[in-house]
């Protein structure tokens, strides 16, 4: 009964997402989702995974007790497409919607890709789209995290900054005490974070990444060169903006800057799901075991 | 002896005796600003409960150890005699049956004795578990709710309050596919567990655990063991993604 409860929930989540944006490859809809009778999570039932709240005038920004500008609670991403697509795409492909990106540097809204990398790129999304990170239950990067589908959930302890995920349950922990970041020899899915408020201003500088994320669903990769400067401005209680520096000399000819905002999630009573990834992944079985997936034969 | 020498020994073996859960006792926890003890920090066992939680003999890859299990005082987990028998035949399938090898959430109360560093943190709202575990996340709501209804979760559900120096929670909502140990320990969907944590020294905190589960067990069970703090200069969680190297180890076998 208790399984039925949670694929019911599921076929919802599924459906309300496919009567949105059509189907989407090495998304969610079919993993397991748990849901709770009281209030909703940033994807439950009456939300859908991909929701952004409105922006809504707040109250001033509060302090926590050790004097942080208080970001705390549940935050959806308003970066217009970029889910699907970091940058502006204007025709639909493998399933991806046509839409705006969320980059204002360049101005014309593309990745400046050196030619090399731009071609592996579309190699990505149009031949090896089973590679995408997502669909094999990884933690997304910096700083795809910060516009996860299903928003996330704000925590300030003393010294800290925490961002847990709804998407495959997990948490990124960004210290605030000025240490140094850790050695160039551990890569990590998640990066090396270190964070420090400049004003009303949270900086985190992201390194030690593992190049083995992407920016999106839509194969823009990245290298473990990649470095990444996010800064987070509350600018109300409701409001949150948004910005990213994105630095990799190895592939691209520019840094280059995305920016959006975060919306309070309208649902006072949040609680944040589990969203179990690998336990009840079925998107790898849409792909052969040469491309990585659990099928025997291609069957699309 | 002498009758002076003999009450002198009788009473060091009481002040001795005494001592122990009296030091125990009069540590108090530095408090956060709501008043709370402070339990932050990052913590990991130095045990092989993760292994067993009865006491085991050494196996490839599976250190010695002995029971951690307080109660009932022979060590060991009380079991149906079909429950019994059925971990019999886990312990035998473990390689394939133990649902932590395809890197599923570790369930509770696995993930507080992995052999992985985790992070405890703090709020007026919440306490937070986080586990180097697949960034295995527990928050425990200080609020005063109530658990939810019928849905579980491999990770449960975790609603905590203070009695004094100990932070005591109350889990529910459990996935019964998840184990105790590599050893096939388990449980069923009717598993309630209550934790006692609390900060017994600056740097050491003592995990107990009471579990009740009618299907399984005759009784309920306590296990208890000790979290150490890792006090080198700016250590943190870093990542075991566990699902990422289980495809990447099948990659290489082809």
């Known amino acids: 009964m208790r399984k039925l409860d949670a694929l019911n929930l599921l076929a919802v989540v599924g459906a309300s997402a496919l009567m949105i944006f059509g189907p989407v490859p090495g998304s969610s809809q079919e993993k397991q989702k748990g849901g709770k009778g009281k209030g909703g999570p940033p994807g439950g039932e009456q939300y859908g995974p991909y929701y952004s709240a409105p922006a809504t005038p707040g109250n001033p920004v509060g302090r926590t007790p050790d004097g942080q500008p208080d970001m705390q609670g549940f935050w959806t991403p308003r970066f217009n497409q970029a889910i699907f697509e970091v940058q502006d795409h204007p025709a639909a492909q493998r399933g991806i919607p046509p839409g705006k990106g969320a980059i204002v540097d360049p101005a014309d809204g593309r990745i400046p890709y050196k030619p090399e990398a731009a071609a592996k790129a579309k190699e990505l999304v149009t031949k090896n789209i089973y590679l995408e990170p997502e669909a094999h239950c990884y933690v997304s990067g910096v700083p795809h995290a910060a516009y996860q589908q299903f928003g996330y959930q704000i925590v300030q302890p003393a010294g800290y900054v925490l961002f847990l995920t709804e998407y495959a349950h997990t948490y990124r922990a960004v210290p605030l005490d000025g240490r140094p970041h850790i050695s160039p020899g551990i890569q990590l899915f998640r990066g090396d974070s270190v964070g420090k408020w400049d004003g009303g201003t949270l900086v985190i500088d992201t390194t030690n990444q593992n190049g083995k994320t992407w920016f999106d669903m839509a194969g823009n990769f990245t290298t473990p060169a990649i470095h990444v400067v996010e800064r987070f401005t509350p600018v109300d209680s409701n409001n949150i903006n948004y910005e990213a520096l994105v630095e990799d000399a190895t592939i691209y000819t520019q840094p280059w800057k995305i920016a959006g905002q975060l919306g309070r999630h309208p649902d006072r009573n949040m609680e944040l799901m589990e969203f179990a990834c690998v336990e009840g992944n079925q998107d790898l079985i849409h792909y052969t075991e040469a491309e990585g997936g659990k099928a025997k034969e291609k069957s699309r | ?254």
């Open chain 2, 1 to 254: 002896m002498n009758m002076r020498y003999r009450v002198a020994v009788v009473f060091s073996v009481i002040l001795a005796i005494g001592a122990v859960p009296l030091a125990a006792q009069s540590y108090k926890a530095p408090r956060t600003a709501e008043g709370h003890p402070d339990l932050q920090g990052i913590w990991q066992v130095m045990n092989t409960a993760a292994v067993s939680l009865e006491d085991h003999i050494a196996l490839l890859d599976m250190p010695a150890g002995r029971s951690v299990i307080v109660d009932p005082p022979d060590g060991k987990i009380p079991y149906l005699p079909a429950a019994a028998q059925k971990q019999k035949e886990n312990f035998k399938n473990r390689a394939k049956a133990d649902l932590l090898n395809q890197c599923y959430i570790p369930g509770v109360p696995r993930v507080m004795y992995l052999p992985f560093p985790m992070q405890i943190v703090q709020t007026p709202k919440y306490v937070l578990i986080a586990s180097e575990f697949g960034h295995a996340l527990r928050t425990i709501y200080m609020d005063g709710s109530k658990h939810p209804g019928d849905v579980d979760f491999w990770i449960g559900d975790s609603r905590g309050h203070w009695e004094g120096e100990t932070l005591v929670v109350d889990v529910a909502n459990l996935n019964p596919e998840t184990w105790f140990d590599r050893s096939g320990n388990f449980h069923s969907d009717a598993l309630h567990i209550v934790e006692r944590i609390t900060r017994t020294e600056p740097d050491l905190l003592t995990y107990e655990a009471t579990l009740e589960d009618a299907k399984v067990f005759t009784r309920p069970w306590t296990i208890r063991m000790f979290l150490y703090r890792h006090r080198e200069p700016n250590f943190k969680l870093l990542e075991y993604e566990c699902n990422a190297y289980l495809e990447d180890a099948a990659k290489e076998s082809r």
